[in-house]
């Protein structure tokens, strides 16, 4: 059986790190679903948080190579866990001036931002998890989507709770 895993993969913020890492996992015949990479806290360090569907031995084999490569340092598997996940999405749709109002009532009701005003269309920003966009995909789709944008999925543990 295959499932969609989420590794949080912290490596050194150089040239070619990505590069190697992703090239690692395609080179084992996996498809990476969604890739996001930005610097952390710390400068000389990115994290990566890749979504691969894979199954145990594939997932296996994905990240004890990944801990082979000499610029990766932590390698946290966020699939089963109570993680923190989003995704950023940009919604252009066409909004005649008379269905204008409908599309932003939908955008307020999902609490997304119109980041942009056309003479008939509406740029819509929103953040939140997949089911959340793809639901705002869906009532979207009915007035029509010049152009979609989505970031990929970030994720990061929860804290531990105060007791």
Known sequence: MTVKYILSVLVENKPGVLSRVTGLISRRGFNIDSLTVA???DVTMSRMTIIVEADEVGYEQI?????KLV????ISDLTFEDAIERELVLFKVIATPDRRHEI???ANIFRANIV??????????ATGT???LDAMEDLFRSYGI??????GKIAMSR???DS
């Open 146 to 151: 010049r152009q979609l944008t989505r970031t």
């Open 159 to 161: 804290g531990a709770r």
């Open 39 to 41: 610097p952390t806290e």
């Open 130 to 132: 997949q089911s959340k």
């Open 116 to 125: 942009d005003v056309g003479k008939n269309s509406l740029t819509v920003e």
């Open 63 to 67: 990240t004890k190579q990944l801990h």
């Open 104 to 106: 932003i009532e939908i």
């Open 71 to 74: 610029s990766v340092y932590k």
